[in-house]
């Protein structure tokens, strides 16, 4: 039995798959097996996929139909015994180090549940575009700067204002602590690393590598689901779900959370219910999720939202918000 199984679900990355599977078929480390998944690709996914059937390292399984990638992730871990598993995108890749570094990260520390490596964003012809410890700079310019192991619940610290490990692909997970989270959650499509990295930390500790292993390709098609109106929708919903498993859990939040997130999203919430029109069930939807946060909140403006903006835009149907509850009502101005 291998000791890891990395797990690739890919759909229409045909152009992009050889250099998928040769950066994990040439790793240093080589006590793994590779599971190739198809999710109903319709380009030559499943051509190029079956080049690799006949290595003995490889796992080759084909579908016809498509489905939630997560949910082919979640199948595909219930079929493996392997101590670690690492759940890989088919359009990134990796230098050939990355196993051996994160497997000495876990072997070392029993207590860790989650070891990633930083970062390299690149471009869909794989040019480096920057390290994506520049996304985590304005949180800590020394935390992502060299190596550590750490309390799982003080990286919650860091997530609680954003996903601070940017790319499942570059992180090796213990399964034990993988399954005590629940898996990867298939009630989204956006945040579904986010939240499961805060079931892992809450539970166990993290290791973290420095050098950028792990190649990102952000986007690699058109308009993304991230850039749309139904994405900015989908992605304050689903953001709005973590913090609050955050707040369920008991994690205390940082000093300036409010400021640096909550604020800034209730913002920016207001501004796509203005300009971009909006599902009124999702964003009512959102409006329960805020009330259900139980932070300070300008009650007044979001009595305005109600009668005015939803007004505008679902004739009628505003009236079925139900109202916030006098404890909400607090002074806080998000209006500047």
């Not at 051509?47 to 979640?74: C, G, T």
């Not at 869909?124 to 575009?129: E, F, I």
């Not at 009330?291 to 009628?316: A, C, D, F, H, P």
Request: aromatic share 10%; glycine share 4%; with cysteine.
């Amino acid at each position: 039995m291998p000791k890891v199984s990395i797990i690739v679900v890919n759909y229409n990355y045909a152009r992009y798959l050889d250099e998928r599977i040769q950066s994990f078929l040439n790793q240093t480390y080589q006590d793994f097996e590779l599971i190739l998944i198809d999710n109903g690709s319709t380009d030559n996914s499943a051509q190029i996929i079956n080049q690799y059937k006949e290595d003995k390292r490889v796992r080759v399984e084909l579908f016809s139909d498509n489905i939630h990638p997560f949910l082919r992730w979640n199948r595909a871990v219930e079929s493996i015994k392997s101590e670690y598993i690492v759940i890989a995108a088919a359009d990134d890749s990796c230098d050939p180090r990355l196993l051996e570094k994160l497997v000495e990260k876990l072997d070392a520390n029993p207590s860790v549940g989650l070891a990633f490596a930083q970062s390299w964003e690149v471009d869909s012809h794989g040019k480096r575009l920057r390290s994506c410890k520049e996304t985590t700079d304005h949180l800590d310019l020394e935390r992502w700067s060299q190596d550590f192991i750490d309390k799982g619940i003080n990286e919650c610290q860091y997530l609680f204002l954003q996903c601070t490990i940017p790319n499942p692909s570059g992180a090796l997970l213990r399964r034990e602590i993988f399954d005590q989270a629940g898996r990867l959650s298939t009630q989204m499509r956006m945040c579904s690393d986010w939240l499961l990295w805060a079931k892992m930390l809450t539970i166990s500790d993290i290791a973290f590598v420095a050098e950028p292993l792990n190649y990102y390709r952000e986007s690699t098609g058109g308009i993304s689901l991230r850039q749309s109106v139904e994405g900015s929708i989908r992605e304050t919903e689903e953001t709005l779900k973590v913090l609050l498993y955050f707040r369920e859990a008991g994690i205390p939040s940082p000093n300036n959370f409010c400021e640096k997130k909550y604020y800034p999203l209730l913002r920016d919430w207001l501004k796509m219910l203005s300009f971009k029109h909006p599902s009124f069930r999702a964003n009512l939807r959102i409006l329960r999720l805020f009330q259900r946060m139980g932070l300070r909140t300008n009650y007044q403006l979001l009595k305005y939202i109600i009668s005015e903006v939803l007004q505008r835009k679902v004739s009628n149907t505003y009236r079925k918000i139900p109202s916030f509850k006098r404890e909400h009502e607090h002074t806080a101005d998000l209006s500047q």
